[in-house]
C-alpha cells in the first residue's frame, strides 16, 4: 500500500512528467476489483476526461489529488498498487483500473492490488469526501510540532498503544503498518507500549523519529517494495520487515520476533523494545 512518501514521490513526478498534457481519452479499466471505488461510470469519465488537461498534482497523507482543467480533479486514495507513465510507443499493462491516453501518445495508469479510490470530482468538492475533509495534519506539515504532537496524543479517545496512534485511524495522516515498525524500533517502543504512559522524553524520541524516516523515506524515493511513475522501486530498505524475523537486530544481535497485532504483523526486538 502507497503510505506518505510514496504519494509525495509519486506528485512530484507527476508534476514534472505529466503536468501539461491534454487528455485524449479517459477509462475505468479494463478489469473489475470489486475493492476499487469508482463515483463515475465508465461512459460519464470518458466524456468528463476528454480534452481536460493535467495540471498540479498533490498529496495529503495517503490521498493524491490530480487538477484536471478545467474544472475537475481526480482523487486516488488508500492504494495499492501501481501508477505507471507510459512514453509514447509502450504497450499498456494487461490489467488496468484507470487509464488515461494524452494526445502526445503517451498514457498513465493505476492499477490496484488490494483496494482504492480512483474518483473524479468537480474542482473543489473532493474537500468533501469522508476521510479528506477532517485529515488531521500529516508529518511533512510545518504544524506536526511536537506541541501539536502532544495535544494529540492528550485528546486520544480510550487506551491507544504506540502502533495504534501511528497506524489507526489516521491519526497521523499518511503512516501505515510498513513505515511504523521502523519508527517504533528507531524510537526504541514496543507496538504494544501504552500511549498513555509515554513519558515526555518518549514523545519527544517518536515524534522526532517520525520526522526523520518519513523524510529519509522521501529523499530516497519510497520504500524497496513500491514503485514510482517510471516502474522503479524506492531505495527505503526497512530495517523490520519479513526478511527481519529471525535475524539478529542490528543493535543488540537479539533474534528478531514477528507478532499479530492490531490487524497486521509487527516485527520488533523484543530486547530494544521491552
Same mark, same amino acid.
Given at each position: 500500500m502507497f503510505e506518505l512518501p510514496e $504519494?509525495? #514521490?509519486l506528485s512530484k513526478q507527476m508534476n514534472k512528467i505529466l503536468r501539461g498534457k491534454k487528455i485524449k481519452r479517459g477509462v475505468l479499466g479494463n478489469s473489475p476489483h470489486k475493492f476499487v471505488w469508482y463515483n463515475r461510470k465508465h461512459a460519464e469519465f470518458e466524456k468528463l476526461t476528454r480534452d481536460k488537461t493535467v495540471g498540479e498534482a498533490r498529496s495529503e497523507g495517503r490521498w493524491l489529488f490530480i487538477d484536471l482543467k478545467p474544472? $475537475? &480533479?481526480l482523487l486516488f486514495g488508500e492504494c495499492g498498487g501501481k501508477m505507471l507513465y507510459h512514453p509514447p510507443g509502450i504497450g499498456l499493462p494487461k490489467r488496468y483500473h484507470l487509464w488515461l491516453a494524452f494526445e502526445d501518445g503517451s498514457s498513465f495508469t493505476a492499477t490496484t492490488?488490494?483496494?482504492g479510490a480512483y474518483e473524479l470530482y468537480e474542482i473543489g468538492k473532493a474537500r468533501n469526501r469522508k476521510y479528506v475533509k477532517d485529515m488531521r495534519t500529516t508529518p511533512t506539515d510545518?504544524?506536526? #510540532?511536537? &506541541?501539536y504532537f502532544c495535544r494529540l496524543i492528550d485528546t486520544l479517545p480510550g487506551k491507544k498503544s504506540v502502533k495504534g496512534l501511528l497506524t489507526q485511524d489516521q491519526l497521523i495522516p499518511g503512516?501505515?503498518? *510498513? %513505515? *511504523?515498525?521502523d %519508527?517504533?524500533? #528507531? *524510537? /526504541?517502543? !514496543? =507496538?504494544? !507500549? =501504552?500511549v498513555e504512559e509515554l #513519558?515526555?522524553?518518549? /514523545?519527544?524520541?517518536?515524534h522526532k523519529v517520525i520526522m526523520i524516516i518519513v523524510r529519509d523515506v522521501i529523499k530516497k524515493g519510497g520504500r524497496y517494495d513500491e514503485y514510482d511513475l517510471h516502474g522503479n522501486l524506492g531505495k527505503y530498505v526497512r530495517v523490520m520487515d519479513k526478511n527481519a524475523v529471525g535475524r539478529p537486530c542490528p543493535e543488540c544481535g537479539t533474534k528478531i520476533q514477528k507478532i499479530q497485532y492490531l490487524g497486521g504483523a509487527c516485527y520488533f526486538c523484543p530486547e530494544c523494545q521491552k
Open positions: $504519494y509525495m #514521490t474544472g $475537475y &480533479e492490488q488490494m483496494w510545518d504544524k506536526f #510540532t511536537f &506541541e503512516l501505515g503498518n *510498513a %513505515i *511504523a515498525q %519508527i517504533m524500533f #528507531t *524510537a /526504541r517502543l !514496543h =507496538p504494544r !507500549h =501504552p #513519558t515526555k522524553d518518549n /514523545r519527544r524520541k517518536l
